[in-house]
Structure formats: structure tokens, C-alpha cells
């Protein structure tokens, strides 16, 4: 619990300065909302063996293929990172950036889901007797 207190602590105070100096600097109230999500990030980081431990549980339990759970490692991956960046973005007045990382985000896990959509299509095919 005393974690999630520091990680609320340390982003309403990167919120407040960030406020403040985009008043005064604001060059630099963008830094400070980086710099607050990069070290946000790292408490996040540190569950992530905890994900990936239960997501691996899981994986034995039912006997799903790591091929599978690889690829959705990395779109979960692509997803926070482009959310991630595209919120910097916006903070900085970019939105027109923000959203070009949006489509290329979008477009990343459509051409990292291939191989599971070939996989569904195969097996449909195979249901159908073709």
C-alpha cells in the first residue's frame, strides 16, 4: 500500500509543478510531465514479472502455445508505450503527433496479430473441411 501512495504522490506533484511552470516556463512544464511518467513507469516495470509470472501460470494451465502469449506480451507492450508517448504529445500541444502515433500503434499490432489471425482463419478453414 505505502507504494501506490508514493507513485500518487509523485504524480500530483509532477502534476503541480508542471502546472506551475506552464505558467512561468512552459518549455519546460512538458520535460517535467515526461520526466514524472518515466519515473511513474518504473514502479510499473517491477510488476511486470508478477504479469508475466501469472500470465505464464495461466499459459501452463490451459496449454496455450508461447507463441500466443508473445504476441500478446507485445501488444500489450505497444499499447502502453504509443498511449504513453501520444500523451506527451498531447501535453505538449502536439495533437496532430499524437495521433499519427495512434495509427502507428494500431498498425503495429495489426502486423504483430498476423500470425495469430492466419492461425484462427487456418483452423476455420479446417472446420469446414476445405
Given at each position: 500500500m505505502p507504494e501506490r501512495d508514493a507513485t500518487s504522490m509523485i504524480g500530483i506533484t509532477?502534476?503541480?509543478?508542471?502546472?506551475?511552470?506552464?505558467?512561468?516556463?512552459?518549455?519546460?512544464?512538458?520535460?517535467?510531465?515526461?520526466?514524472?511518467?518515466?519515473?511513474?513507469?518504473?514502479?510499473?516495470?517491477?510488476?511486470?514479472?508478477?504479469?508475466?509470472?501469472?500470465?505464464?501460470?495461466?499459459?501452463?494451465?490451459?496449454?496455450?502455445?508461447?507463441?500466443?502469449?508473445?504476441?500478446?506480451?507485445?501488444?500489450?507492450?505497444?499499447?502502453?508505450i504509443s498511449e504513453f508517448a501520444a500523451d506527451i504529445c498531447r501535453d505538449a500541444g502536439c495533437a496532430a503527433v499524437a495521433g499519427q502515433i495512434g495509427v502507428f500503434a494500431k498498425l503495429s499490432i495489426l502486423a504483430v496479430s498476423m500470425p495469430i489471425v492466419s492461425a484462427l482463419l487456418q483452423t476455420i478453414q479446417s472446420f469446414l473441411g476445405g
Open positions: 509532477g502534476v503541480f509543478l508542471a502546472l506551475f511552470l506552464k505558467q512561468t516556463k512552459p518549455e519546460y512544464a512538458v520535460c517535467v510531465s515526461a520526466g514524472t511518467g518515466i519515473l511513474l513507469l518504473f514502479p510499473v516495470a517491477e510488476r511486470l514479472s508478477l504479469v508475466i509470472e501469472n500470465i505464464r501460470l495461466i499459459q501452463s494451465a490451459i496449454s496455450i502455445q508461447s507463441a500466443y502469449i508473445q504476441v500478446l506480451l507485445k501488444i500489450i507492450g505497444i499499447t502502453y
